[in-house]
């Protein structure tokens, strides 16, 4: 059975944590928050950006990344305007970690430096910064749904009054 991770390295802004939260809710992925946050869990805009969905969570707390990869295995890959390969173009496995870095400073080096060959963009035009934390998340995150076809989702909308 495939198991989508997601993984957020000291996410800073409680907004994009929920709606991050809210994108795991609706696709089944896991949520791994690698600690320190620069919010509290029970900030009103962590929990307002996640609506009413947080029971429907698989979410994990870290104290640092090593702690993360002490207690994880599967391939990962780290989301990065560093990378040098597009995100479109990896074929992701059954048991995938997509890892995200702070929305100010993205992934640190020394962790880049070391597993460059599964450090993956988003292509943006010129050269500006990125892209919002969660908008990146959502893009990585039905890349690869559609590669495994959706498994279990619901495909097909109806109508609701005819």
Not at 36 to 57: C, M, N, Q, S, T
Not at 67 to 76: A, T, V
Request: proline share 3%.
């Amino acid at each position: 059975m495939s198991k989508l991770n997601i993984v957020l390295i000291e996410p800073q802004i409680p907004q994009n944590t929920g709606n991050i939260a809210r994108t795991c809710a609706v696709t089944g992925a896991s949520l791994h928050l690698v600690k320190p946050l620069g919010f509290v869990i029970e900030d009103k805009h962590l929990k307002r950006a996640g609506l009413d969905y947080w029971d429907k969570l698989d979410i994990s707390y870290y104290e640092n990344i090593e702690d993360f990869f002490s207690k994880n295995q599967g391939d990962y890959y780290f989301f990065t305007t560093k990378g040098k390969k597009k995100y479109s173009d990896v074929t992701y496995s059954e048991n995938v970690y997509i890892i995200f870095g702070r929305e100010d400073k993205g992934i640190e080096e020394s962790i880049l430096h070391d597993n460059m060959d599964k450090c993956v963009r988003i292509p943006m035009k010129g050269d500006l910064r990125s892209l919002n934390l969660s908008n990146s998340v959502a893009i990585a995150t039905y890349e690869i749904l559609r590669q495994w076809d959706f498994p279990d989702f619901t495909t097909e909308g109806k109508l609701t009054k005819y």
